[in-house]
């Protein structure tokens, strides 16, 4: 009895010295907190330390997110055990290897933020709070302790109308559907994908309150919603305020703007802050973006609105601190005027292409930000479209240039990841995450293959030279260029004579050989039989592989058009079969991955609806986003159409395969047509009136016209038929989609 007490105490002991840093290891591999020694020191300096203790290693640092990033440090170049997305445990040795010389990293950069409010929709819309334990760990990892947070702000918005006379009823005509809030919370849409179901709210609210506890308990400073003004477009019926039109936002209906200046904007915002402060309580940092995306007013005053919106977020902290995005016209530097320094702090949100902080770039502001604190930020990805994308020259110079000295270096504070969907690129992450704790910038060649040794937990050369390749390609968009995101699929494309760009504003330019992606993709699977069994490995060669298809699915998608245009019809049809079977080829080589299943992203809506009418709005919801995006009129005349596409499996076969047999059906049928005699043409008819210029114009190829939209809806409301559960062997598939690669 007296042995089992003295366990038990024991057990207690270790249990109550526990850190957030041991439980963090244990989620990794159950028993790993026993393999290391933390230890939490004071610095005036962020630093991390990795060192050896007898048979422990150790990592001890001045915060514990600080200590988690060496942990990750060590993992990666000590063990080569790379933690990524959906792959965050992994099974440690048994003796971990030692730690020959102490090695100490340590920045200046204090703030590392995550998070645009678009990755909230595009990526995280449906997650549970297994997935978040997951995100925050990587947060940690990866050295961020300024997470943007806005789970549940939809709760808060709703007590607050509430108690102000809406009805539940006006509540949920307001507020979003789960797929749409980020747009919402943005004063960009009301209502669309709603009404939210009472059982949302209390679920959102519980979620985002794990979330921030979590957050907190690793010393991480989450950065809650403020307010800058927002109300129902009907505010000034429903409640005599002077709001102002929102006007619209790609065909949607934008909520009204209070303006900060307005005699009550001080009471609805100290509302608004009682509600947020009650749910999740207070924060030194808020979230802000007034004028979002809007024209410049010329009766706004932007210096006292300005000064409102601050006033109004330090009456509920005083020491609270505003963050803005630096995005088009915002924040406007008259906005900025009166603002004390180190009030106000700016996500610098593009800054691997089009920087605003001072060095050259179509956004460059010749004064920068005038003496705010700043953040150099990477946003990477649009729309959370599948697709490698990089620029790795460009960030690591645009890094050097914002670390040289020059005045903006003073006020600079911290680094940022901005994307507005996550779950891609791992190797971009991983760079911009080690930046600030490099004491000099690397080369991007210098730094791949310290980063593939660590990725694969070996070095292997085929692999080596595929990421090479890829580092001086795909990866290497170019300066000049400012497409947003990835070179975008031509299979997830609205088909037509002339497809290039996927979506209205990707700004799409070719900067590299599709030969690279096909020579990067036949290396990679070199190394198939040496690498079969590491994760990380098959998730990339699925990945690298399906670029290359769809890079060669485009030169097919163009060889097809020359044969229409040709008339060349035996050719049409060989060549459209061929285009379709490898969009179908591409659907299988991805369901071999949980990650670029649609079924992924469906099965993750319908998991969070307690009624099956919930699980099917949510999954409505899901299909919705990632297609139309929206109405008729948001979808087309808006633009808004594909700008959330993806290569998943799925979404290709029944979605995009669709789409494309019926334009090269209709192709196909036209051509016939066009053998046979049309009195018409010779100019009887309709057309006898018309000039030789416009006999002409109609004689060229212009193609069907197809009513897509009425094709897609019907798609976005059916429910339930895709799975999760990967099919197929990866390396396979792979072998299977690469005999594309070479003319038929």
Known sequence: MRHFLTALLCMIAVVANATPIDDLLERIDKGASRKFKIELRKSPTDFFEIDQAGSKVVVRGNSWVNIATGINWYLKYHCGIHLTWGNMQAALPAKLPVVKKKERHETDLRMRYSFNYCTFSYSMAFWDWQRWQEEIDWLALHGVNMPLAIVGTECVWRNMLLKMGYTEEEVGQFIAGPAFLAWWEMNNLEGWGGPLPLSWYSQQEALQKNILKRMRLLGMEPVLPGYSGMMPHDARQKMGLDVTDGGTWNGYVRPANLMPTDKRFAEIADSYYAELTKLYGKSKYYSMDPFHESNDDATTDYAKAGKAVMEAMKRTNDQA????????????????????????????????????????????????????????????????????????????????????????????????????????????????????????????????????????????????????????????????????????????????????????????????????????????????????????????????????????????????????????????????????????????????????????????????????????????????????????????????????????????????????????????????????????????????????????????????????????????????????????????????????????
């Open 321 to 744: 601190k505003w963050v803005v995005q630096g995005w088009t016209e915002n924040p406007r530097p008259q906005m900025m005027a009166d603002l004390r320094n180190g009030d106000i702090v700016i996500l610098d949100l593009f800054s691997e292409c089009r920087p605003m902080f001072g060095i050259p770039s179509v956004w460059k502001r010749d004064k920068g930000y005038e003496g705010h604190s700043w953040m150099f930020c990477m946003l990477e990805n649009f729309g959370g479209n599948v697709g490698l994308h990089g620029r790795m020259d460009q960030l690591l110079g645009n890094y050097r240039l914002a670390r040289n000295g020059s005045d903006w270096t003073k006020t600079m504070t911290g680094t940022g990841f901005t994307m507005e969907g996550t779950e891609n690129n791992p190797v971009m992450f991983e760079l911009m995450s080690e930046l600030p704790w490099l004491s000099e910038v690397p080369t991007k060649e210098e730094w791949v293959r310290k980063y593939i040794v660590a990725r694969y937990g070996k070095y292997d050369k085929d692999i080596e030279e595929a990421w090479m390749l890829l580092a001086s390609s795909i990866y290497n968009c170019p300066l000049g260029n400012n497409q947003q995101g990835p070179h975008e699929s031509i299979f997830c494309g609205r088909p037509g004579l002339n497809n290039f760009q996927v979506k209205s504003w990707s700004k799409m330019r070719n900067y590299y050989d599709p030969e690279d992606t096909r020579k990067a993709a036949e290396k990679m699977l070199a190394a198939a039989d040496r690498m079969r069994d590491n994760d990380n490995y098959l998730h990339d060669l699925v990945d690298i592989t399906r670029q290359a298809l769809a890079d060669q699915g485009r030169r097919q998608y163009l060889k097809t058009i020359a044969d229409y245009n040709a008339f060349a019809r035996k050719d049409f049809k060989r060549d459209a079969e061929r285009f379709l079977r490898m969009l179908l080829m591409q659907d299988e080589l991805l369901g071999t991955r949980r990650e670029f299943r649609l079924g992924n992203w469906t099965e993750m809506a319908r998991a969070l609806g307690t009624t099956p009418q919930e699980k099917d709005l949510y999954e409505w919801n899901a299909r919705v986003q990632i297609t139309t995006w929206g109405n008729r009129v948001c979808a087309d005349k808006g633009g808004l159409r594909d700008y959330a596409n993806k290569e998943w499996q799925g979404l290709l076969k029944d979605f995009y395969y669709n789409r494309w047999k019926i334009y090269f059906d209709a192709l196909d049928r036209q051509m016939a047509d066009d053998t046979k005699p049309n009195y018409e043409a010779v100019g009887g008819g309709a057309n006898s009136n018309k000039t030789s210029d416009e006999l002409f114009s109609m004689a060229l190829p212009h193609g069907p016209v197809i009513d897509w939209y009425a094709i897609e809806e019907p798609w976005t409301l059916k429910h339930n038929s895709y799975s999760s559960s990967p099919e197929g062997d990866p390396v396979d598939m792979a072998r299977k989609a690469a005999e594309f690669f070479s003319e038929e």
